[in-house]
């Protein structure tokens, strides 16, 4: 029962435009969802956070959007750059529960 | 900021053998660590969750004979694949929670490829 989904395994965006980068969550008790991003053979760089008291976060090029009624979250990285690419994997948790699900991925890959 | 060491980043053993992998949490005080398991192109899946002093916790389906956890100080714990076999192959990460500074967020360390031949 994949509880975190993300439905676009790739995506590929222009050097400069925005991408956007989508998660769906079943389980209503998920009330923090994290972005990380990972690099092949390597451990998940943490990105942004956002808690469900909230419907937007922003840190620099980076912003994630919470729509807790439609239960999805989304990414948007503006203006992309070739750095970027990368595997991105939305994450949930609730209070009192230590443990992160995490969704499927999703591959991003910039175009110079 | 937070920084968590995994060792070996890779290592390949023979089947039947054991292998140990550790994370150590280097500035921060881990209150909570986890291990997680990645198979190509798929998510990171949990396998357990390791607080200091007690035993680990582990998810459904994962073999907590197999799958070693010690988690014996705040700073480090291991995790042993006992008589590996070639399908635990796979890349495993773990996680550490805890430290003030890192606003108790969680830290990952880089992941260890292990193959198993």
């Known amino acids: 029962d994949q509880q975190v989904k993300q439905n676009s395994p790739s995506l590929s965006v222009q050097e400069g435009r925005i991408s956007i980068l989508n998660c769906d969550y079943t389980?209503?008790?998920?009330?923090?969802f994290l972005w990380y991003k990972k690099y092949p053979a390597e451990g998940p760089t943490f990105l942004i956070s956002?808690?469900?008291?909230?419907d937007k976060n922003e840190d620099g090029r980076f912003t994630v959007f919470l729509n807790k009624s439609a239960k999805h979250l989304s990414l948007h990285i503006v203006p992309s750059q070739p750095g970027d690419s990368a595997v991105y994997f939305c994450?949930?948790?609730?209070?009192?529960?230590?443990?992160?699900?995490f969704g499927t991925g999703t591959r991003l890959t910039i175009i110079p | 900021g937070a920084v968590v060491s995994q060792h070996p980043s890779r290592v390949i053993c023979k089947s039947g053998t054991s292998v140990k992998i550790e994370c150590r949490s280097l500035?921060?005080?881990?209150?909570?660590m986890f291990w997680y398991r990645q198979f190509p192109k798929q998510s990171l899946m949990l396998m357990a969750t390791?607080?200091?002093?007690?035993?680990?916790?582990?998810e459904q389906g994962v073999e907590k004979d197999k799958f070693l956890i010690n988690h014996a100080s705040l700073t480090l714990s291991t995790l042993t694949v006992t008589s590996a076999h070639p399908e635990d192959s796979s890349f495993y990460i773990c996680?550490?929670?805890?430290?003030?500074?890192?606003?108790?967020?969680?830290?990952f360390g880089s992941g260890t490829r292990l193959t198993v031949v």
């Open positions: 389980n209503s008790m998920f009330d923090y």
């Open positions: 500035d921060f005080q881990a209150t909570t």
């Open positions: 956002i808690s469900s008291i909230k």
């Open positions: 994450a949930a948790s609730w209070f009192g529960n230590e443990k992160l699900t």
């Open positions: 996680s550490a929670r805890g430290g003030q500074n890192n606003n108790y967020g969680y830290t």
């Open positions: 390791s607080n200091e002093g007690s035993k680990a916790t582990y």
